[in-house]
């Protein structure tokens, strides 16, 4: 029998090599740090200080701004030096909050107290996790405590861990599950608490070999999870797809949450974040970052406090041993280009990635000549071709008449095609304008 995997996807330089094998490096902060109160999908958290107000490790500084949206924790203790607009990694300028770190990492009252969670009910583990202000830390945002919530937790029968990290150069997720695989069991072992009736899968890889091997030890006595090895290809972590090759054939679109297939998906870091607040008294405060690529000294993942300056980030992996022509946030599928280092880390962080040549200012867009590539690849079975043309046009009706909005925007096609056309980038403003459109005339 094969190993799991879903139909379609590429195969690009993995580039796990540069910082798969350096242990996580913890550094301190050292300026003031910045906490945007939108860091997740959904509305903007409501900030709860002020400029002058002492705050402290673990406390929550900005709340929940309705059902889709999540508290903002402070990962230092200081002082709120203002409330004011700042650069995010995606270009926008959001409203954040800014804390003088005043080096002394003092906490609130019970931070990091151990807590047995088979004490607690299923509510009391969700309150928890939405304290804590955890959202999907693999970039989505997604609420995580929304996510732990469906319509019916008896018709849950597959909890996911999305192990994959099927991103090239980004090593986070692996490096985690080679240091703290009994917190990503234990938080895994939270979720299944809440899902009586659910089976815990964790789908990673066939090219994490050693990771496989401890997982599937600290596991082996445990009748309610199994680890599955899955085929190294891209969009492998994408959610759908991971769906579809853990479970033997199921299948979401646009239109459906994972729990209408029975399933609930996390990642790596957002289930060990789970362990971290429920069994650790520790809400989200800090968050591994990969930070690598051939311009860097010295690639390797950190783990860092939210609101810490990339900056930092950078300095601590020994700066650019050459000028990069790329920076990246994220990796190079499905991450954002940089034009400044002067933002925060943020929830949905995940990767600095720093190259020396930018291959794809390098090449000319040609026509399309008709080679059919990005229709074998599409791991959604659409047809960029034809949407391209209905993007070209600006025909939203057209755009949606291809199933344009089922695009996962994960890169394969603009990766594959031979023409060098922008496929992915045009697809993205397209599902932002049919969106749009959508919520004006509702």
Known sequence: MGLSTFIGGVHPYEGKELSSDKPIQVIQPKGELVFPVSQHIGAPAKPLVAKGDPVLVGQKIAEAGGFISANVICSVSGTVKGI???????????????????????????????????????QEIRDIVKEAGIVGLGGAGFPTNVKLTPKDDAAIDYVIVNAAECEPYLTSDYRMMMEQPEKLIGGLKVMLRIFENAKGVIGIEENKPEAIKKLQELVKDEPKIEVCTLKTKY???????????????????????????????????????I??????STPLIRKIVTVTGDAIADPRNFEVRLGTNYQEVLEAAGGFKQEPEKMISGGPMMGQALFSLDIP???????LLCLTHDEVAAQEETPCIRC?????????HIVPQ???AAA????????EK????????????????????????AFKEMRKSVAAAKRKKA
Do not use: W
Not at 408 to 420: D, K
């Open 392 to 399: 070209e046009r600006n025909d939203l009706a057209l755009f």
């Open 235 to 273: 969009p492998q972590g994408g959610e759908r797809f991971l769906i579809y090759a853990v479970t033997g054939g199921r299948e979401i679109n646009s239109t459906m949450l994972p729990a209408d297939a029975g399933c609930i998906v996390d990642n790596v870091d957002t289930v060990i974040s």
């Open 402 to 425: 291809y199933n344009g909005m089922e695009c996962c925007e994960c890169g394969s096609c603009t990766f594959i095609c031979p023409a060098h056309r922008p496929l992915t980038q």
């Open 345 to 351: 880390v943020m929830k949905t962080s995940s990767a």
């Open 372 to 380: 059919g590539r990005c229709i074998e690849v599409c791991p959604e």
């Open 84 to 122: 004011e607009p700042r650069l995010v990694a995606n270009g926008s300028v959001v409203q954040s909050i800014i804390v003088e770190n005043d080096g002394e990492y003092r906490t609130i009252e019970g931070f990091g107290e151990k807590r047995d969670y088979t004490t607690l009910s299923k």
């Open 386 to 388: 034809m949407m391209m």
């Open 275 to 280: 362990y971290n607040a429920v069994c650790e």
